[in-house]
């Protein structure tokens, strides 16, 4: 990699979903880009993916932070073919709601379903969120120096859409995968479960995990 050359995240929110801080969520993950070191933009919606503006083309990395709102097929397929091409992708919490929450995936949603390699199912049963202990799992260089912590966030239940995923982070009273990470074609893809709002965003593991992410989906060109 030319180390004269800059590297650039784009941090896109999008949604209609009043249960999450879309606006302060783009302020937190830019400044979490920045502090790994990278040159960053917010932006907000997805329709941007087919023949992309410069500051979209010029993304090394996005940093999606999504809740409901507008996402069609053709531009799922044009992010799609981005990441297979290199491109980064680093998916917060909401970001892999897709569709009826309560039933099938919608086909509409599918090139995103196999982009990502997951979907939110539910909450589980009893209490949407609680205090609860992540667990670092396996090795990897995003987790490396980052021991077992306890934070208060919302219970993900997700449904991979195939076995091409190495967990790195889970549950420590259940299986339920908390981060992974895959790779599509050329580009590093990176999911986290955690993350609905400032009692995540403020833990230092949580902005460490983010940091790391970042710095391992970015390419090397």
Request: with cysteine; aromatic share 8%; hydrophobic share 45%.
């Amino acid at each position: 990699m030319d180390a004269t050359r800059v590297r650039n995240v784009m941090v896109i929110v999008n949604g209609d979903d009043l249960h999450h801080d879309l606006l302060g969520a783009a302020r937190v993950f830019r400044e979490l880009a920045t502090e790994a070191g990278f040159v960053a933009t917010a932006a907000m919606g997805m329709g941007r993916f087919i023949g992309p503006m410069p500051r979209t083309a010029a993304a090394d990395v996005f940093l999606l932070y999504t809740a409901g709102g507008q996402f069609g097929t053709a531009q799922q397929r044009a992010l799609a073919s981005l990441v297979a091409g290199g491109t980064g992708l680093v998916a917060i919490h909401c970001s892999n709601v897709l569709g009826n929450l309560a039933g099938a995936l919608d086909p509409a949603d599918r090139p995103m379903y196999e982009l990502l390699g997951t979907r939110f199912l539910s909450h589980g049963p009893g209490h949407h969120e609680g205090m609860f202990e992540v667990s670092i799992v396996g090795d990897h260089e995003i987790t490396a120096g980052v021991g077992d912590f306890t934070l208060f966030d919302e219970y993900y239940d997700i449904e991979f859409a195939d076995g091409d995923v190495q967990v790195i982070a889970q549950r420590a009273d259940s299986p339920a995968p908390v981060m992974y990470t895959r790779t599509v074609g050329a580009g590093r893809v990176c999911y986290l479960a955690l993350g609905h709002d400032m009692r995540t965003w403020g833990q230092p593991p949580f902005r460490a995990l983010v940091r790391r992410a970042l710095a391992w989906a970015a390419p090397v060109r």
